[in-house]
T-cell receptor
């Protein structure tokens, strides 16, 4: 079945450091890929997504590129802020068709940014 | 827009008691999802509904768990009887077009079963 593997962390960085959180997936066909973020005490919210190979999703300075050849969707940000401290989840949705509307999530990566 | 509303935010109960978690999705969203989050297992989909009809309940752990959606603006997740291993954060999420993968999560209910 579908699965998502992401670096477990925790990741601790200083403000303005470069961030990479690795995510790889296993799925048949052409899934859609997502990064969700969970701030302390809140539910998850969509950060960015990509629906086909070589697409780049971006939002709030974060970027991720859908690499089918390496089955990866790594999250990057050039300069993190304290307010980026949160848990980041990589997720996939299987190919459209039928009734496949489920998201499969990775375990999440805790990011702490220190001033 | 108020977002997805869940109640209660926190619940502490004793083993064997019935627990009912409630969710109000975003108005107009046709899909509703229930998830459970634990440190050990991460985020697991329990069940989801489309137009108030359960579509996939393969994630429901056992018969002690049941979910209903009597109308478009309300859903419940019930655990009866509750056990300590049910302690987790339970999230409800809704979606306008689930085929796009964008889901809107509520703040969650933190359940502790003693």
């Amino acid at each position: 079945g579908d699965s998502v593997t992401q670096m477990e962390g925790p990741v601790t960085l200083s403000e303005e450091a470069f961030l990479t959180i690795n995510c790889t997936y296993t799925a048949t066909g052409y899934p859609s890929l997502f990064w969700y973020v969970q701030y302390p005490g809140e539910g998850l919210q969509l950060l960015l997504k990509a629906t086909k190979a070589d697409d780049k999703g971006s939002n709030k300075g974060f970027e991720a590129t859908y690499r089918k050849e390496t089955t990866s969707f790594h999250l990057e940000k050039g300069s993190v802020q304290v307010s980026d401290s949160a848990v980041y989840f990589c997720a996939l949705k299987g190919e459209s068709g039928g009734s496949n509307y489920k998201l499969t999530f990775g375990k999440g990566t805790l990011l702490t940014v220190n001033p | 827009d108020a977002g997805v509303i869940q109640s209660p935010r926190h619940e502490v109960t004793e083993m064997g008691q019935e627990v009912t978690l409630r969710c109000k999705p975003i108005s107009g969203h046709d899909y509703l999802f229930w998830y459970r989050q634990t440190m050990m297992r991460g985020l697991e989909l329990l069940i989801y509904f489309n137009n108030n009809v359960p579509i996939d309940d393969s994630g429901m752990p056992e018969d002690r768990f049941s979910a209903k959606m009597p109308n478009a603006s309300f859903s419940t997740l019930k655990i009866q009887p509750s056990e300590p291993r049910d302690s987790a954060v339970y999230f409800c999420a809704s979606s306008l077009d689930a085929s796009m993968g964008t889901q809107y999560f509520g703040p969650g209910t933190r359940l502790l079963v003693l």
